[in-house]
C-alpha cells in the first residue's frame, strides 16, 4: 500500500484495481450524504445503488477506461467515520487502465473530504 504524498491517504493499486480510505471527523450520516453529494457533483460520477453499508458510484466510460463502480463502505471508528473505497471493473477482462482507477479514487476521496468538512467540491476534473 502506498501513501498519496500531498495528503497521506493510503492507495493501494493492483493492476486495473485500485482501493483508498480517509477517516473523517463527522458522523456515518454526515460521512454518507458527503460521498452522495461528492459524487454527483464529479463529471462522469453518478451514484448507481446504495444499501445501509454501501454506495456504489458508477463511473462512465471514457478514453482510457470502460467504465469503472466505485464501491464505498463507511465504518465508524468512535467520532470519526472511515469512508473506504474500492474500485471493480465493468469490463472484467480489463487488464489495463493506465490509472484511471487510482485517479478516481484520489479524486472522489478529496471530493468526499471537501464536502464534509464543509468546503463543497474540492475537485470536478478527471
Known sequence: MSTNSKDK???ATKGPRSSGMVCLPVSYVEARQATKDAAESLERCTVKTESKDTIIVEVAKGWTTHG???HVSFIVT???TEVRITTEQVMPTTRFDFGQARRDVE???KTIEGFAMGNGATTTTS
Open 68 to 70: 469503472e463502480l466505485l
Open 9 to 11: 491517504r493510503p492507495l
Open 107 to 109: 479524486r472522489l476521496l
Open 78 to 80: 468512535g467520532e470519526e
